[in-house]
């Protein structure tokens, strides 16, 4: 059940010493489509001054020492372009898709999109699930966008009629109209857990237990406008004031809004709205979660960059559940590959999707960035969404009691015969009204219950103590924290164990 971890640092140097090359393709009539960049950088305060420019940093790919930034306008070579000045101090500068209006060009005359769903498709499925499962599925209408469009949720669950108060799940997909891959990974989750009810013990046992809501695309507007109008558009479709369009949706939740990475200018791609909560489409996916107090987690999908990121976006602190959150994460890279990390490590960004159903509802809360463009090929669809869909259940098998009261954070003993040093961590922020006033621990050996001991406070809600020896055999123990009003018991169910062989120690992973 326990294994004790070893973490190393990494530290890369990285030197570049490449001259700067910039181009740009240019149409006869002088219109010159947008292009994306692979900037390299050897500090990250180099970004800022892409980022005070008002260069995105926000929306494409990013990787060690580099971030990919798309040019809407101009040649990046002419002088006058804000760009061109700001990318001459970088080491190198590669043009990664010299035309983005190309890049989707197999899906141009499909009016189906091919094997990528449309709005209209998304939403003809859901309603087919709820039909051919009307006990395990049910189609919800959280509300409309600016332009009229419903906002669907799929609830799986047993008994999906009922609020049951098991732990519950919120998992959506296109929050930015470009990122279509999004919708299909949540679409397979739905497929998967419905057609897997009557065939697999480990789904019926999920949604036996758990609520699941799916939110296949958030934002329906600009979801129709990259299917019909600009594949590479990003935002919502609110009109602003002047002649710009949109608000990004994953800057304008309420939590932290209006902080850093988040544009006060209507034009930009990350443009944070006028107030925050300001759009349809993200108060109904506030109201929602805040509204679900048996929520316990959530992930949103983007594409791209293959990552895992978890709170807080909004600063480089930690966030108070940091070691959890990346725990989770790092199982759930596990089964995609990706490469797991503090949101803000990759950039700060406020009002985002994490940050306000970590910080405010007090969800542990991810986001994923799925593969390696914005619309990868037909053929990388279903191997995505195979593995994507593998770390879902994993999370919603596993994340159920995200921040229980205790952590168990070593097991350690300085010989092999003992005795066994025990910690846990109180987790005072989620559970500040519980008024802690002890943690003890019941051990046994070999099935034979040895009693129970004291834990002594270590300083900072670290609480620990030295089981001694009794040979060798298998031990195992749980704790119990003892409240104003009564005890929990961590893990809520089970033990947590080890083995002492011969003169080995050994940790038992579960
Ligand atoms: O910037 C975003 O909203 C997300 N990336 S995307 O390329 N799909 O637009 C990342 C959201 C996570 N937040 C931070 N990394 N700050
Ligand atoms: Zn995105």
């Known amino acids: 059940m326990f294994r004790v971890l070893g973490l190393f640092s990494l530290l890369t140097f990285i030197t570049l010493s490449f001259t700067p090359l910039l181009l740009a393709a240019q149409n006869d009539d002088g219109y010159v489509p947008p292009q994306l960049l692979r900037v390299f950088y050897t ?83 859901l309603r087919s699930y709820a039909d051919d499962y009307p006990d395990l599925a049910e189609v919800h209408e959280l509300g409309t966008s600016h332009e009229g469009r419903p906002v669907y949720a799929l609830k799986v669950s047993d008994n999906v009629s009922a609020d049951e108060g098991e732990p519950g799940f919120l998992i959506c997909g296109m929050h930015h109209s470009r990122e279509w891959i999004s919708v299909e990974v949540v679409m397979a989750f739905a497929k998967r857990l419905l057609e897997g009810y009557g065939k697999e013990a480990r789904i019926k046992e999920l949604i036996d237990n758990r609520e699941i809501w799916l939110i296949p695309v958030q934002n329906p507007d600009g979801f129709v406008y990259s299917t019909t109008k600009y594949r590479m558009w990003r935002k919502n479709r609110r009109k602003n004031s002047g002649s710009s369009y949109g608000v990004d949706p994953n800057r304008n939740y309420s939590y932290e809004w209006g902080g850093a990475g988040a544009s006060t200018s209507p034009g930009s791609d990350t443009y944070r709205g006028p107030s925050a909560g300001s759009e349809p489409i993200t108060q109904i996916v506030e109201q929602f979660a805040a509204s679900k107090k048996n929520l316990k987690g959530s992930i949103s999908f983007h594409s791209y960059g293959q990552l ?7 600063t480089y602190d930690p966030a108070p559940d940091d070691a959890i959150l990346g725990d989770l994460a790092r199982s759930m890279a596990k089964y995609t590959g990706y490469s797991p990390k503090q949101s803000s490590d990759l950039y700060p960004s406020s009002g985002d999707f994490d940050d306000y159903m ?10 994923f960035e799925l593969a390696t463009q914005f619309i990868p090929n037909e053929d990388k669809i279903k191997p995505i969404c195979e593995k994507n869909v593998k770390a879902l259940l994993w999370f919603v098998e596993n994340a159920a009691d995200p921040f229980p009261i205790l952590r168990h954070t070593a097991l350690g003993a300085t010989t092999n015969s003992g005795p066994y040093a025990l910690s846990v961590v109180y987790n005072k922020s989620h559970h500040a009204n519980f008024g802690l006033k002890k943690v003890v621990v019941n051990w046994s050996k070999d099935g034979q219950a040895q009693g129970q001991l004291n834990l002594l406070s270590q300083g900072n809600d670290t609480y620990g103590v030295e089981l001694p020896s009794a040979g060798l055999g298998d031990y195992s123990y749980h704790f119990e924290a003892i409240g104003k009003d009564g005890a929990v018991r961590y893990p809520a169910t089970g033990d947590f164990s080890f083995q002492v062989v011969d003169s080995l120690y050994l940790l038992v992973d579960d």
């Open 308 to 314: 895992i990121l978890w709170p807080w976006s909004y």
């Open 358 to 367: 970590y910080g405010t509802c007090g969800l542990a809360s991810f986001t």
């Open 43 to 125: 500090d990250k305060k180099m970004l800022k001054t892409l980022d005070e420019a008002g260069i995105d940093l926000r929306c494409a790919g990013r990787g060690p020492g580099y971030v990919d930034i798309i040019v809407e306008s101009g040649p990046i070579t002419k002088a006058g372009h804000p760009a061109h000045k700001l990318l001459k101090g970088f080491p190198r500068v590669d043009v990664r898709v010299e035309n983005l209006d190309k890049m989707a060009e197999q899906y141009r005359d499909k009016a189906d999109l091919g094997l990528y769903h449309t709005f209209d498709e998304a939403v003809t499925e």
